[in-house]
């Protein structure tokens, strides 16, 4: 695609019931990010796959939260047993690799209720 | 890991003046050094980057200047305009890590 695709766009969910958000990012990029922002906040990074490695799961903030990336394109983060403190935008961002340009999604803001 | 802070954390400017973000960081490993400007509601968007071979980077009103001795990269943006409000964030890496951002500094820009 022209550029990085996030969906849903807005996610309104129970708290306790489980999310899937998905990325697709743009085709040939080996590389693929995921952050939390929330309100007014910076973006905190969740999970880092490049390529075949394993990926870096070293920002995920609890057990609860999960990725996958499969084919090496479309990633989903799975968030299970939501809490109120999940609620935040979820960006994904793609790049060719290491040490290039990010491009980001635009997002999906979850909310939990 | 990397450690980044930005300085200042907020900037008001007067339109027309020059403002300055300071990006230090501690892996002396960090080769590759990125602004990312996100406008309120919108997506961040690289604006100008710089490689460890390179001092100084120009780009029109915005330049990055590198100082790997210190440790230490800076964005300046000069005749500064309206539309220059936003949250701007530093991500030095060296390839071998996630692509990790600092807190971000948000930069008012009053006409």
């Known amino acids: 695609g022209a550029g990085v695709s996030q969906s849903p766009s807005n996610k309104v969910t129970e708290k306790g019931k489980d999310v899937e958000l998905r990325c697709d990012p743009i085709s040939g990029h080996t590389a693929l990010y995921w952050y939390r922002q929330s309100l007014g906040q910076g973006l905190e990074f969740l999970i880092y796959?490049?390529?075949?490695?394993?990926?870096?799961k070293s920002g995920l903030p609890s057990d609860r939260f999960s990725a996958e990336r499969t084919g090496g394109s479309v990633s989903t983060l799975t968030i299970q047993r939501t809490q109120q403190e999940d609620s935040a935008v979820y960006l994904c961002?793609?790049?060719?690799?290491?040490?290039?340009?990010?491009?980001f999604g635009q997002g999906t803001r979850l909310t939990v209720v | 890991g990397e450690n980044v802070e930005q300085h200042p954390s907020t900037l008001s400017v007067q339109e027309g003046d020059s403002a300055v973000i300071k990006c230090t960081y501690s892996?002396?490993?960090?080769?590759?050094f990125p602004w990312y400007k996100q406008e309120l509601g919108k997506r961040p968007q690289l604006i100008i980057d710089i490689r460890s071979n390179v001092g100084e980077k120009k780009d029109q009103r915005i330049a990055v200047t590198l100082n790997k001795t210190a440790k230490h990269f800076s964005l300046h943006i000069t005749e500064t305009q309206p539309e220059d409000s936003a949250v701007y964030f530093c991500?030095?890496?060296?390839?071998?890590?996630?692509?990790?951002f600092g807190k971000g500094t948000r930069l008012s820009v009053i006409a």
């Open positions: 892996d002396s490993a960090s080769n590759y």
């Open positions: 796959f490049q390529g075949n490695s394993a990926p870096d």
């Open positions: 991500a030095p890496n060296s390839g071998n890590t996630p692509l990790v």
């Open positions: 961002a793609s790049s060719l690799g290491a040490n290039t340009e990010a491009f």
